[in-house]
């Protein structure tokens, strides 16, 4: 069976990413989700897809230089709530399927934190495009369900060189590789991203898919 995944619970046009009323609505209509996760300057583990401020808020500040206190305050006044990612786990009830991209390349004790944060957890996975955080996560604890994202300047060798890779279980790709018929040779589980259009959707939903807006 396909997995389904609602990209940053943004199920309709009219919810913003990753904020809360999005995330329950996905759960209410029952799909998992992928959301980004960043770590702030007091060590809190926010739910948030940029690296700064600067394109949601218009405000030119880094995440990782700022207090959670301070991004909450920030974001309240645009009705926008910057949740933790705590706030998210508590919301799912372990009942449904979190996808969790760690965006920047975090510290061993960073992650050492994350892992503490999501030992509850029963069906999530932790992905990167940072690879050395896939790795450092393999080395800290053999069984995560951690996949690795797949830049879309990537060839068909050099993802069938990645998915051999032992401490990695799946891969996430660009949509532009659902028609790619030599991924069939590829024995790892496979997700493509991000899809949003309802053509391709219906066409592909028998693949596990990462969508938003349909």
Known sequence: MAHLLIHRGLAKKNF???TISAFRY???????IETDIHFTKDNKIVCFHDFNLKSK?????FL?????QYLLKISKRKKQPIPLLNDLIKLSKNKRFLMLEIKPLLTKENLKTLLKEIKKLKNYSLTSFKEKNITNLYKMKKKLNLGLLIPST???????????????????LEKKFLKEKKL???????????????????????????FENL
Request: proline share 0%.
């Open 16 to 18: 913003k990413e990753n």
């Open 26 to 32: 996905c759960f209410k209509k029952k799909y998992g």
């Open 57 to 61: 808020f218009k405000i030119n500040k």
């Open 64 to 68: 990782k230089n700022n207090s959670y």
């Open 154 to 172: 990537f060839t068909f060798n050099k993802i069938l060189e990645k998915s051999k890779k032992k401490y990695i279980k799946f891969l996430v």
């Open 184 to 210: 069939n040779k590829i024995k790892k589980k496979l997700y493509f991203y991000t899809i949003k259009d309802k053509k391709i959707f219906n066409k592909f939903n028998n693949k596990n898919l990462i």
